[in-house]
Nanobody, 117 residues
Framework: QVQVVESGGGLVQAGGSLRLSCAAS????????VHWYRQAPGKQREWVATISSGGDTNVADSVKGRFTISRDIAKNTVYLQMNSLKLEDTADYYC???????????WGQGTQVTVSS
């Protein structure tokens, strides 16, 4: 199994930056991809970004050019660098690991990002 823990959220002014971390533990060698999602108040959870075990990345159109997903293999950690933050980026951010192709880690408690004007 793989477990993930998110961290790095906080309160930031519009236009600012934050870097979120997703630390994986357990059978990390079996991870195929790590995904970031977010859920804004009153809205459904939406996909934000993905990084594959091969290092390929993809981000949602809504954050393209502002958010970057990366990883530190030695630390078993995936990062979400968020720049030029907007009010609409306010949400709880969650990561999820896909492993052994068919399995995904449980949802963690997430990390809260609040963007103020």
């Amino acid at each position: 199994q793989v477990q993930v823990v998110e961290s790095g959220g906080g309160l930031v002014q519009a236009g600012g930056s934050l870097r979120l971390s997703c630390a994986a533990s357990g059978s990390t060698a079996s991870i195929n991809a790590v995904h970031w999602y977010r859920q804004a108040p009153g809205k459904q959870r939406e996909w934000v970004a993905t990084i594959s075990s091969g290092g390929d990345t993809n981000v949602a159109d809504s954050v393209k050019g502002r958010f970057t997903i990366s990883r530190d293999i030695a630390k078993n950690t995936v990062y979400l660098q968020m720049n030029s933050l907007k009010l609409e980026d306010t949400a709880d951010y969650y990561c999820k690991a896909q492993y052994r192709l068919l399995f995904t880690s449980d949802w963690g408690q997430g990390t809260q990002v609040t963007v103020s004007s």
